[in-house]
């Protein structure tokens, strides 16, 4: 392969490409070291589901650079499996920080120096909430 003789489009689809090949490979061998030292479940699941993003995104990254017949289509299909699976780690990132921080994700726990403070939102959050509100237990 000749680096010289290659356009930018060439160049950005190998480096696209090799980004993804290396991605995908740091991945298996992260997920491979987890499920190999399998020692607290709970936090061991999230992490894994977490891992699981670098890959997608790069393979999404690199499919919507192709452009070769059906990749338009493909690429729309991955884009949403991507964003659905990006709300499902931002849900087990929380979870394993409620995990580490040892927080019930049941229980609405409001720490006591906060308790009965009033909060004052801003002009989004005015919208859909009162100006100003307080923290109960």
């Not at 190999?36 to 993003?53: H, T």
């Not at 403070?117 to 509100?133: A, D, G, N, Y």
Request: proline share 3%; charged share 20%.
């Amino acid at each position: 392969m000749d680096f010289a003789s290659m356009d930018r489009a060439q160049l950005t689809m190998v480096g696209s490409g090799f980004s993804a090949l290396l991605s995908m490979h740091f991945t298996i061998q992260l997920l491979s070291q987890h499920l190999f030292f399998w020692k607290n479940p709970k936090e061991q699941k999230a992490i894994i589901m977490i891992i699981c993003m670098a890959p997608l995104y790069a393979i999404d990254s690199f499919v919507g650079l192709l452009d070769i017949r059906g990749s338009k289509t493909f690429f729309m299909f991955l884009d949403s499996v991507k964003e659905c699976y990006e709300a499902v780690a931002i849900a087990k990132f929380l979870a394993l920080m409620y995990s580490y921080l040892n927080i019930s994700i049941i229980k609405n726990i409001v720490p006591d120096e906060i308790k009965g403070r009033e909060i004052h939102h801003s002009f989004p959050m005015t919208l859909f909430q009162i100006h100003l509100s307080k923290l109960k237990s």
